[in-house]
Antibody, heavy 114, light 107 residues
């Protein structure tokens, strides 16, 4: 059975850092396109970052230079390291498999507040 | 970057009505287009990928069409459980932009 579980969210002050993790089962993270998507309270879906099966990465302009996507092949996990966090980064962050399967996790809430 | 424009932003229809939502890409994206349904308080769920391929388990009243720049999601007979916000997403290349969403309500 395919499962995607995000962890690591929480309350953080502006300027702080946080690392989100996404544990996958039922498929191999490194063989898939894996993405982070976020949704601010009451707002639409916003794509954040993607890592392709070949390892190349891409970021939304809103997070470029502050967020880093990575994966751990040995643990079959995806991560998002977020630094220089801003109030506007407050959102539910989802880990998602793109292009095949289309599996999403339940999301983890990141709140950036003084 | 390619922009994804959805219309309408909201609609209200009666049970049994045919509902159509459109998504327009500012440049061609072939058929690399997915449609999602997000019910209130729930995780988005893919309905359609590759513009017209129905995801396993999705009711057949949902269908997708289009290629290039113009895409359509159709609900052939609206049901009460279809109340949700629907999003399109391009995935041919980064950025994997979402459309702004269409909120569907039942009259």
């Amino acid at each position: 059975e395919v499962q995607v579980v995000e962890t690591g969210g929480g309350l953080i002050q502006p300027g702080g850092s946080l690392r989100l993790s996404c544990a996958a089962s039922g498929f191999i993270v490194s063989s898939n396109y894996m993405s982070w998507v976020r949704q601010a309270p009451g707002k639409g879906l916003e794509w954040v970052s993607v890592i392709y099966n070949g390892g190349s990465t891409s970021y939304a302009d809103s997070v470029k230079g502050r967020f880093t996507i990575s994966r751990d092949t040995s643990k079959n996990t995806l991560s998002l390291h977020m630094s220089s966090l801003r109030v506007e980064d407050t959102a539910i962050y989802y880990c998602a498999r793109v292009d095949t399967g289309w599996d999403w996790g339940q999301g983890t809430l990141v709140t950036v507040s003084p | 970057d390619i922009q994804m424009t959805q219309s309408p932003s909201s609609l209200s229809a009666s049970v049994g009505d045919r509902v159509t939502i459109t998504c327009r890409a500012s440049q061609g994206i072939s058929n690399y287009l997915a449609w999602y349904q997000q019910k209130p308080g729930k995780v988005p769920k893919v309905l359609i990928y590759a513009a017209s391929t129905l995801q396993s388990g999705v009711p057949s009243r949902f269908s997708g069409s289009g290629s290039g720049t113009d895409f359509t999601l159709t609900i052939s007979s609206l049901q009460p459980e279809d109340v949700a916000t629907y999003y399109c997403q391009k995935y041919n290349s980064a950025p994997l932009t979402f459309g702004g969403g269409t909120k569907v309500e039942v009259k």
